[in-house]
């Protein structure tokens, strides 16, 4: 049997280890945030870090425990774009509403704060531009990890809207699918229909559909 190239493809990229797909380099000189932004250009990356997804979150963290143990955060590239005067990532993406940001109301505030950290305690937040430490990363929509788990035999309820439905041939693909994208968080494959529905952060409930089975990615806090 001949296995389809994209499938092929599909299945490395699942084979791939932990964390081997993010590219991220941390500075630990301190620097404002313009500074750090041109050293981490200087060194080949894109710029700084965006870290909009649950995996890459996890991974940055992980990469910097031992600087934010110093108590002192990264820069990353999330900030309020001067023209638009919209909080986004640098490659124009939104910061997702389970995003893990301080729980100080105000450390969220970007009309005084214009730039954020990845904070020492493991939290985004918005700042003056101050110096800190840098996170370095690319800014291509490179293909990413999905850690989460499966669930047969049930659909997800309490569903108001979804990002996307998708014709897919496998559980597999649509796994996939949900990783492309930085919003997903639970993705439902139907047997019958072989569509792949999306939905981003919300908070959902399960009932039994012996046509379905479900992905449902690992949150900001798992
Ligand atoms: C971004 O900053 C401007 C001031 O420069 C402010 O008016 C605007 O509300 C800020 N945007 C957000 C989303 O906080």
Known sequence: MRVKPVLLSMIMLLMQGN????????????????????????????????????????????????????????????????ETKLVTWDDGTFPASDA?????????????KQYSVLSHDGYQRAIHNKEKYALCGNHKNLPTEAHGRTIQGQQ??????????????????????????????????NFDLLTCMMLGPGSYGYKANSRCQVFVRNGYSS
Request: proline share 4%.
């Open 19 to 82: 964390g081997e797909l993010f590219d991220f380099h941390a500075i630990s000189s301190r620097q404002d945030f313009h500074e750090g932004e041109s050293m981490c250009q200087n060194l080949g990356y894109d710029g700084l870090a965006i870290i909009n997804t649950p995996e890459t979150f996890a991974y940055a963290l992980t990469i910097t425990v031992a600087l934010r143990a110093n108590g002192l955060g990264l820069h990353i590239g999330l900030r309020n774009n001067s």
């Open 100 to 112: 893990p940001w301080m729980p100080n109301s105000d450390e969220s505030d970007y009309t005084s």
């Open 156 to 189: 997800p309820t309490g569903v108001s809207s979804s990002l996307s439905v998708t014709k897919v041939l496998s559980y597999l693909e649509c796994v996939l699918l949900c990783g492309q994208d930085h919003r997903c968080r639970v993705a439902e494959f």
